[in-house]
C-alpha cells in the first residue's frame, strides 16, 4: 500500500475512469457476482453518463470510488416498486452507488474520506438524502457510517443488498464514533502542527526533555543555566538575559513591573491582538501611557510615531511587540530604535514569536521578552527577559516577577525546570533562519496562486501566515476539515474566529517536502469545501 497521502476529487480524466471501469469489474464482477464475466475485465456502468465519481486516488493509482447521480428512476426503484413511501414527504433523494475501495486500503480512512466528499457534494447540490443499496457484507460499517437501513433485502441470493439512506444529520452523529473506529484500526492519525505553540520539536529536544531530572541548586545545572544565557546572548546581541518558569505573558508583567519604576509617560503601540495586551498589561500595573493603536494589520508609519514623540517630551518610553502573532505584521524594530535613541526614550520589546524566527539585535534595547517554544522550537514553559543595563533586586516589586532577583541569583532564585533547560539548549543549536525563510516564501507563493487571501507580504513574519476567508466560507468549519486530515492550523482563538481568519505558523521544526505535503492537502480541503475547483 502506497503511503504517500491520498487525493480525494471528482473524477474528471480519461485514464481516471479507465479505472474505475477496471475497478468497477472487479469488485461487481469478480469479488461479488453481480455481473457476468468478459474478456477486456472492464464494466461500464449502465448509468456512466450520469454518474459523478469521487474517487481517491494514491499517486496516479485509483484506490477508491463511489458514484452519486440525482436521475430517476434510482436502481433502487427497480428493487422496491414503492421506493417513495419509505422516504420522508420533502426528501430531496440522490443514489449512491458502485462504493468500491482496493482491499489493501480497506482497514484506512479512505471510506470515511469518500463518504465526507459525497455529503458536501450533495449538499452544495441541494440533496437532503442519498439513498445506497449497502451489500450485507458491509452492513455494520455503513451503520457505522450513518446509514439507517429501511425495507427489505433485495437482489439476488448470492448477492444481496439492504436498501439504506444517509442525511447530513445521520452522517455528522456517527463522525465521532467512526473516527475512533478508524483510530483502532490504523493507529492515530499521523498529524503535522502548524499552530503558534506548542510547536513542533526536533527529536533532539524532545530525547533531552526526556532526561532524568535534576536540582536546580545542582552545580551541572547551573553550568546548563549559564550555556544557555550565553547562547541567548549570542543569538540577541543582548548583554544580559534572565530564564524564568513562566510564559511570554508573565515576562511582559516583568518588563511592566520594571516600566513602573521608570519616571515619565510611556507610548504602545498596538495594529493586532498582543499589541492590544500589552495596553491590558500597562493598565493593570497602573503605568501612564499614550497609546498609538491602529486597525488590525494596518501599518504604523515611523512619521506617525515620531509626531507622537514630538508632541509629548514627558515620553520616556515606548512598548511594543515585534511579530504581532494574530497577523504576522513585523514591526521594523530598527528603524523604531532609531527614533528612541533620538528623542531619548527607552524600547521594550515583546519579541516572543520573533525570536528564533528572524534574527534580531537588542544590544540597544531597555527590556525584551521571548519564550522557550515558539521560534525556538523547544516545549513551553520557560520565559526569557532579555535586558541592556544590570538590574538589581526591587522591594517594590512583588518577587516571582522582580527581573533583579533573578540577576542576582544567576537566574535561578527559585525551582527551576531541568528538563526545559536542556531542551532549550538543544534547540538553540537548530536554529535556521534561512530555511524557515525558504519554506514561507514557497508556501506563501502556493497559497496564493490558489487564490487565498494572505495577509502581508515578505515583509511580514516568515513564521506567521495569515489567511483571510471570504465571509461565504467558514474559517472553524475549515481548520475542523484540516484538523480531521491531520493539519493543524492555528484557528480557535477568538480574534480569529471573529475575522473569519485561519493561520499557518511554521515555527520549531519542519521539513519542506512534509509542509509543501501538507499544504497540497490543505488546498484540495478548501476545494473541497468550496465546492468550485477540481483539484487535477
Not at 527581573?403 to 531541568?418: C, F, I, L, Q
Not at 516564501?441 to 515578505?458: C, N, P, Q, S, Y
Request: proline content about 3%; overall charge negative.
Amino acid at each position: 500500500m502506497n503511503n504517500n497521502p491520498l487525493e480525494y476529487k471528482i473524477a474528471c480524466e480519461q485514464d481516471e475512469f479507465q479505472q474505475i471501469y477496471a475497478l468497477n469489474y472487479q469488485t461487481f464482477v469478480e469479488e461479488i457476482p453481480q455481473h457476468e464475466e468478459n474478456e477486456n475485465h472492464i464494466l461500464v456502468d449502465k448509468f456512466h453518463e450520469e454518474n459523478t465519481y469521487v474517487i481517491a486516488k494514491a499517486d496516479e493509482e485509483v484506490v477508491g470510488m463511489i458514484a452519486v447521480r440525482s436521475k430517476r428512476p434510482f436502481s433502487l426503484d427497480q428493487k422496491l416498486n414503492n421506493l417513495d413511501e419509505y422516504l420522508p414527504v420533502q426528501a430531496i433523494p440522490c443514489e449512491i452507488r458502485l462504493l468500491s475501495v482496493k482491499e489493501e486500503y480497506r482497514s484506512t480512512r479512505v471510506f470515511y474520506q469518500l463518504c465526507d466528499r459525497l455529503v458536501s457534494y450533495c449538499l452544495e447540490h441541494g440533496f437532503t438524502m442519498a439513498l445506497i443499496s449497502g451489500t450485507v457484507r458491509q452492513l455494520r460499517l455503513y451503520k457505522r457510517m450513518g446509514f439507517l437501513p429501511f425495507a427489505e433485502l433485495v437482489g439476488e441470493e448470492e448477492a444481496r443488498f439492504q436498501p439504506m439512506y444517509l442525511t447530513r444529520a445521520s452522517f455528522e452523529n456517527s463522525t465521532k464514533a467512526f473516527q475512533r473506529l478508524m483510530v483502532r484500526k490504523t493507529g492515530a492519525i499521523t498529524t503535522q502542527s502548524f499552530l503558534p505553540g506548542p510547536v513542533p520539536r526536533h527529536t533532539r529536544v524532545e530525547d533531552a526533555f526526556k532526561r532524568d531530572a535534576t536540582s536546580h541548586r545542582s552545580s551541572s545545572f547551573l553550568h546548563e543555566m549559564e550555556v544557555v544565557r550565553e547562547g541567548l546572548r549570542d543569538m540577541t546581541g543582548a548583554n544580559h538575559v534572565q530564564v524564568a518558569v513562566g510564559t511570554g505573558t508573565l515576562a511582559n508583567d516583568m518588563v511592566a513591573a520594571q516600566l513602573k519604576k521608570l519616571p515619565g509617560k510611556g507610548l504602545i503601540l498596538s495594529n493586532g491582538e498582543f499589541g492590544s495586551r500589552l495596553k491590558d498589561q500597562g493598565k493593570r500595573f497602573d503605568l501612564t501611557y499614550h497609546t498609538l493603536e491602529k486597525e488590525w494589520n494596518e501599518h504604523i508609519t515611523m512619521e506617525e510615531i515620531e509626531t507622537v514623540l514630538q508632541c509629548d517630551p514627558d515620553i520616556k518610553w515606548l512598548w511594543t511587540v515585534h511579530c504581532e502573532t494574530s497577523t504576522g505584521y513585523l514591526y521594523n524594530i530598527e528603524e523604531i530604535l532609531s527614533l528612541c535613541q533620538k528623542y531619548k526614550v527607552e524600547l521594550c520589546i515583546d519579541a516572543c514569536s520573533s525570536v528564533g524566527t528572524v534574527p534580531v539585535d537588542f544590544n540597544n534595547v531597555f527590556l525584551a521578552t521571548s519564550v522557550s517554544g515558539k521560534g525556538l522550537g523547544s516545549y513551553p514553559g520557560l520565559a526569557l527577559i532579555f535586558h541592556r543595563e544590570i538590574i538589581g533586586p526591587s522591594d517594590s516589586i512583588p518577587r516571582y516577577l522582580d527581573v533583579g532577583m533573578y540577576a542576582w541569583n544567576g537566574s535561578v532564585p527559585y525551582t527551576h525546570s531541568s528538563n526545559l533547560l536542556v531542551s532549550l539548549k538543544e534547540a538553540l543549536q537548530l536554529i535556521d533562519y534561512e530555511e524557515t525563510l525558504k519554506i514561507s516564501k514557497k508556501v506563501r507563493r502556493m497559497l496564493a496562486d490558489e487564490g487565498f487571501h494572505i495577509l502581508g507580504g515578505e515583509d511580514y513574519s516568515p513564521g506567521v501566515i495569515t489567511i483571510a476567508l471570504n465571509r461565504e466560507q467558514c474559517s472553524r468549519q475549515f481548520g475542523d476539515a484540516c484538523k480531521s486530515r491531520g493539519i493543524l492550523l492555528s484557528y480557535e482563538s477568538d480574534y480569529l474566529i471573529k475575522r473569519n481568519w485561519v493561520q499557518v505558523a511554521l515555527m520549531g521544526e519542519h521539513n519542506e517536502r512534509e509542509v509543501l505535503n501538507a499544504m497540497t492537502m490543505l488546498i484540495r480541503e478548501y476545494n473541497s469545501m468550496i465546492g468550485t475547483k477540481v483539484v487535477k
